[in-house]
């Protein structure tokens, strides 16, 4: 994957839809969430025609309290999971995410949780909700174990959808960084479903 990526939420649509391209340009993943499921699974496709799926993503139970989003790729193989952190996630995200045994073995945490709290706040107002995307900017960083940093997820400012970037911070290799953007894609549906 070229790098920084771009995570655009098409925020009018019925189901949530999220495009993901590199710096390039090229189309590197699609996903278009269903509505009203009561276990939630996400597929995840190479581009908008939903042609070829590059993987899916299930929750390991129905109600999303510290719930285990699997990662599965085409061929049904597990390679990896996220996991919010209960009561840890109330004031700001955090997320475990683990490897394809389970293992934990990365975090994702807000940098600065104040900017989504204020994010959160001001995007309840009528009106004023929509222009909350050009003041606040929340970062959420992705950290493996010994505390290196390997992805950064930065909301960019937006009108009238979410805009996000990913940067690669350190070298790691493809089915991290695959796991990484997978854990990234779902984090940021559950973290909008909250607000």
């Given at each position: 994957?070229?790098?920084?990526?771009?995570?655009v939420?098409?925020?009018?649509?019925?189901?949530?839809?999220?495009?993901?391209?590199?710096?390039?340009?090229?189309?590197?993943?699609?996903?278009?969430?269903?509505?009203?499921?009561?276990?939630?699974a996400?597929?995840?496709?190479?581009?908008?025609?939903?042609?070829?799926?590059?993987?899916?993503?299930?929750?390991?139970?129905?109600?999303?309290?510290s719930?285990?989003y699997?990662?599965?790729?085409?061929?049904?193989?597990?390679?990896?999971?996220?996991?919010?952190?209960?009561?840890?996630?109330?004031?700001s995200?955090?997320?475990?995410?683990?490897?394809?045994?389970?293992?934990?073995?990365?975090?994702?945490?807000?940098?600065?949780?104040?900017?989504?709290?204020?994010?959160?706040?001001?995007?309840?107002?009528?009106?004023?909700?929509?222009?909350?995307?050009?003041?606040?900017?929340?970062?959420?960083?992705?950290?493996?174990?010994?505390?290196?940093?390997?992805?950064?997820l930065?909301?960019?400012?937006?009108?009238?959808?979410?805009?996000?970037?990913?940067?690669?911070?350190?070298?790691c290799d493809?089915?991290?960084?695959?796991?990484?953007?997978?854990?990234?894609?779902?984090?940021?549906?559950?973290?909008?479903?909250?607000?």
């Amino acid at each position: 994957m070229q790098y920084p990526l771009s995570m655009v939420f098409k925020i009018f649509a019925l189901a949530p839809q999220i495009y993901v391209r590199d710096a390039s340009g090229g189309m590197v993943c699609y996903v278009r969430q269903k509505l009203f499921r009561l276990k939630e699974a996400v597929n995840v496709f190479t581009d908008e025609s939903q042609k070829q799926k590059l993987c899916e993503i299930r929750a390991d139970r129905m109600i999303d309290w510290s719930a285990s989003y699997h990662f599965f790729d085409a061929h049904g193989e597990p390679f990896g999971a996220v996991r919010r952190k209960g009561m840890r996630s109330l004031w700001s995200a955090h997320y475990e995410v683990l490897d394809e045994t389970n293992r934990h073995y990365a975090t994702i945490s807000e940098v600065n949780p104040m900017a989504k709290v204020m994010d959160s706040m001001l995007g309840e107002i009528p009106i004023l909700g929509l222009l909350t995307g050009y003041f606040f900017h929340p970062i959420y960083s992705l950290k493996d174990n010994s505390g290196r940093e390997l992805l950064r997820l930065t909301k960019r400012r937006a009108f009238l959808e979410g805009k996000f970037t990913i940067e690669k911070a350190a070298e790691c290799d493809e089915v991290d960084e695959l796991r990484g953007l997978m854990a990234f894609l779902m984090m940021s549906l559950l973290e909008r479903a909250r607000g």
